[in-house]
Nanobody, 121 residues
Framework: QVQLVESGGGLVQAGDSLRLSCVLL????????MGWFRQAPGKERQLLAS????????YYADSVKGRFTISRDNAKNTVYLQMNDTKLEDTAVYYC??????????????WGQGTQVTVSS
């Protein structure tokens, strides 16, 4: 069973930085394309960023491009989301996800439990 465990959420002030982490347990982490999503109240879940198995390729949604950075450490079975220059609209529950499908057309099958990020003014 694939298990993803997120950490690092919390309350920050606008403009602050935050780093989210997600560990994939009991599987070969390097086999998975990884992604970060978020869901704000009343809104659909949105893909923010994804990273290929080796870490060579990344994708970012326009809303976070230039502010957020996705990275992975295959030796630690961990994917990260570095969030800089946070904004009020970044407030949401953040989820990491994993897939064995392709980086260019991923179908995420495995999800973490989510971690709350709240940005205050």
């Amino acid at each position: 069973q694939v298990q993803l465990v997120e950490s690092g959420g919390g309350l920050v002030q606008a403009g602050d930085s935050l780093r989210l982490s997600c560990v994939l347990l009991r599987r070969t982490f390097s086999s998975y394309v990884m992604g970060w999503f978020r869901q704000a109240p009343g809104k659909e879940r949105q893909l923010l960023a994804s990273i290929s198995r080796s870490g060579t390729n990344t994708y970012y949604a326009d809303s976070v491009k230039g502010r957020f950075t996705i990275s992975r450490d295959n030796a630690k079975n961990t994917v990260y989301l570095q969030m800089n220059d946070t904004k009020l609209e970044d407030t949401a529950v953040y989820y990491c996800a994993a897939t064995l499908t392709t980086f260019t057309s991923p179908a995420y099958a495995y999800w973490g439990q989510g971690t709350q990020v709240t940005v205050s003014s």
